[in-house]
């Protein structure tokens, strides 16, 4: 069963933005870092933004000033805003959630956490 669902990816020039969101209400833990992380060909995943149990937040150097990761909890939903966007933020995003592995995901450290499908996001010069 998907538990994580996202959702807002799409085509954009290059300076555009985007804001994804990752729908976590059928999750079934509450208590659980969340975090995006991406996958452009070819290349591995990695992280891009976590927000931590204690509310900490994490964010990888090349989104710095740029991305904004945030969460409502009402409607268990977590969002990453995307600013002045590039063509090398072209990826797919992932939403991952997880109760046990805290801390290799606020290292931004791939990791076997609970996955949603991905959405795409291209980003043209």
């Known amino acids: 069963e998907v538990q994580l669902v996202e959702s807002g990816g799409g085509s954009v020039q290059s300076g555009g933005s985007l804001t994804l969101s990752c729908d976590a209400s059928?999750?079934?833990?509450?208590?659980?870092?969340m975090g995006w992380f991406r996958q452009a060909p070819g290349e591995e995943r990695e992280g891009v933004a976590v927000?931590?149990?204690?509310?900490?937040?994490i964010y990888a150097d090349s989104v710095k000033g740029r991305f904004t990761i945030s969460q409502d909890n009402a409607k268990n939903t977590l969002y990453l805003h995307m600013n002045s966007l590039k063509p090398e933020d072209t990826a797919m995003y992932y939403c991952a959630a997880d109760n046990q592995y805290c801390a290799l995901m606020s290292a931004l450290m791939n990791g076997g956490y609970h996955w949603g499908q991905g959405t795409q996001v291209t980003v043209s010069s």
């Open positions: 059928r999750f079934m833990y509450k208590k659980s870092c």
């Open positions: 927000v931590d149990r204690d509310g900490s937040i």
